[in-house]
Nanobody
């Protein structure tokens, strides 16, 4: 079955960096676009970034553009989110998402906390 497992979250000071990973299994990873979403406290889940199946096309939310970079390694079946220049407003739970064969799959999420 499809599984998405995020890792790499944690506590970081403002201006710091984190790299999130999402290990995917149960489907042909290199055939599907992948996305990162986040849910900030008290807000609805929102799209952070999306990448196509071969990693050549990406889209990033305006709120993180220039600070966050989405990438993927199709040999390792892993999706990444490099987060730089983090601010307290980035604090929340980050999820990877895949839409596979008409079904919507989400990971369990990883907590990112930005605080001094």
């Amino acid at each position: 079955q499809v599984q998405l497992v995020e890792s790499g979250g944690g506590l970081v000071q403002p201006g710091g960096s984190l790299r999130l990973s999402c290990a995917a299994s149960g489907f042909i990873f290199n055939s599907y676009a992948m996305s990162w979403y986040r849910q900030l406290p008290g807000k609805e889940r929102e799209l952070v970034a999306r990448i196509n199946s071969v990693g050549r096309t990406t889209n990033t939310a305006d709120s993180v553009k220039g600070r966050f970079t989405i990438s993927r390694d199709n040999d390792k079946n892993t999706l990444y989110l490099q987060m730089d220049s983090l601010i307290p407003g980035d604090t929340g739970v980050y999820y990877c998402r895949a839409w596979v064969n008409g079904r919507d799959y989400w990971g369990q999420g990883t907590q990112v906390s930005v605080s001094s």
